[in-house]
Antibody
Framework: QVLLQESGPGLVKPSQTLIVTCSVSRASIRTGGYYWSWVRQLPGKGLEWIGYIYYTGTSYYNPSLKSRVTISMDTSNDLFSLILTSVTAADTAVYYC?????????????????WGKGTTVTVSS | QPVLTQPPSVSGTPGQRVTISCSGSSSNVESNVVNWYQQLPGTAPKLLLYINNQRPSGVPDRFSGSKSGTSASLAISGLQSEDEALYYCAAWDGGLNGYVFGTGTKVTVL
C-alpha cells in the first residue's frame, strides 16, 4: 500500500514563503494514472482543496489560491512539494498530501484515495 | 468556502440508521461523481465512498451512498461507536474548476 508522509517547517512568519514536502513510498510518482495533490484544513474548519500535479509536470490549482501556489515535483526521489507565498495567519492549517485517482467512464471521476497524516503549519511572528 | 452543504451534526443510537445529506448544484453534484470521506478524531481524512456509492476495500457495507439531481446522501446502517467521526462529501465543480468539499457533518453515537 502506498504511503505518503508530509514534512514542513511547523512555524512560518507572515509574508514569508511556506514549503511543505510530501514523500511517497511504495509507489512511484513517475507512474501515470494518478495526480498528486494537496489539501488543507484550517483550525476547526473543513477541508480545502489546493491543487494537484501530474508526473508530466502539469499542475492545476484552486482558483482562490492560484496566485500564491505552486506545486512542484522531484521524480527522482518521489517527492512533491507545495509552495505558498506571502502567507498570513489565514494560512495556518494542517496540510495534507494525497494521491488522486481520476478518469472518465460516462462521467468524469476524481477522488483522493490515499492520504498522508498531515503536517501542522502555523503562521505567526 | 465550501459550496456543498451538509448538516452540522447528526446523531443516533447504536444499531440505528442515520443519513447525511449533501446539497450542491448543477456544476458539481449533478454533473460529477460524489465521494465521501471519513475523518476520525485526530486523524487524516480517509476515503469512505467513491464514484457515488463504491466502497474501497475494507469499508464495511454498512456505509452506502446515493445521488439524485443536485443532492447526495450517505447512509450508515447499524450505527456503531467507531462511526463517531466527521464526514465530508466532495465533488469536482466544473463551474469553479476545482474539487470542492462539503461543510462536514459530525456523527455522534448516543
Amino acid at each position: 500500500q502506498v504511503l505518503l508522509q508530509e514534512s514542513g517547517p511547523g512555524l512560518v512568519k507572515p509574508s514569508q514563503t511556506l514549503i511543505v514536502t510530501c514523500s511517497v513510498s511504495r509507489a512511484s510518482i513517475r507512474t501515470g494514472g494518478y495526480y498528486w495533490s494537496w489539501v488543507r484544513q484550517l483550525p476547526g474548519k473543513g477541508l480545502e482543496w489546493i491543487g494537484y500535479i501530474y508526473y508530466t509536470g502539469t499542475s492545476y490549482y484552486n482558483p482562490s489560491l492560484k496566485s500564491r501556489v505552486t506545486i512542484s515535483m522531484d521524480t527522482s526521489n518521489d517527492l512533491f512539494s507545495l509552495i505558498l507565498t506571502s502567507v498570513t495567519a489565514a494560512d495556518t492549517a494542517v496540510y495534507y498530501c494525497a494521491r488522486v485517482v481520476f478518469g472518465y467512464d460516462t462521467l468524469y471521476y476524481y477522488y483522493l484515495d490515499v492520504w498522508g497524516k498531515g503536517t501542522t503549519v502555523t503562521v505567526s511572528s | 468556502q465550501p459550496v456543498l452543504t451538509q448538516p452540522p451534526s447528526v446523531s443516533g443510537t447504536p444499531g440505528q440508521r442515520v443519513t447525511i445529506s449533501c446539497s450542491g448544484s448543477s456544476s458539481n453534484v449533478e454533473s460529477n461523481v460524489v465521494n465521501w470521506y471519513q475523518q476520525l478524531p485526530g486523524t487524516a481524512p480517509k476515503l469512505l465512498l467513491y464514484i457515488n456509492n463504491q466502497r474501497p476495500s475494507g469499508v464495511p457495507d454498512r456505509f452506502s451512498g446515493s445521488k439524485s439531481g443536485t443532492s447526495a446522501s450517505l447512509a450508515i446502517s447499524g450505527l456503531q461507536s467507531e462511526d463517531e467521526a466527521l464526514y465530508y462529501c466532495a465533488a469536482w465543480d466544473g463551474g469553479l474548476n476545482g474539487y470542492v468539499f462539503g461543510t462536514g457533518t459530525k456523527v455522534t453515537v448516543l
